[in-house]
């Protein structure tokens, strides 16, 4: 029974399934920050996306199977003040759509993101909120 749980810590789990942070998600209603970082068997976001308005802080870095496309893509994080994520498989207009999907974002760190570029940069610089970020493993930044 874990009804009072909001703060969660599962980093480097080896056998940390999706079908286990589903039930927790699913029964830990309170639940509002969650720490999967290099959980590297999870894949899934739909246990995150089902209520994104719960969430005030996930690091997801080192999870890099997982769908972080879907999780920019769809949907808006209104209250989601830290984020951590790997970044291998985003695209240059993700790290735009970083600034519209999570606008209260206080701490966002990023590894490995090739594609990011100068409009992306700006975009997450426009974060009103923001006060820390931290890019591992990103290329230079551009004026373009």
Known sequence: DCLEL????????????DAHVR???SSCLRLEKLDVCFCEKLTDVSYILHDPGRWRSLQLDGCYRLQTKALLESCRFTV?????LDGEDLEAEHFS????????LHRLSVS?????????LAAMASL???SSL??????KPTDD
């Open 97 to 104: 759509l970083l600034a519209l999907a999570c606008p209260k």
């Open 112 to 120: 490995f993101a090739p594609e990011l570029d100068g409009e992306g």
């Open 80 to 84: 989601l003040e830290d984020l951590s």
């Open 23 to 25: 039930l927790i998600c």
């Open 134 to 139: 931290t890019l591992k493993k990103a290329p």
């Open 6 to 17: 909001q703060e969660l810590g599962l980093e480097c789990l080896i056998g940390l399934e």
């Open 128 to 130: 009103q909120h923001l």
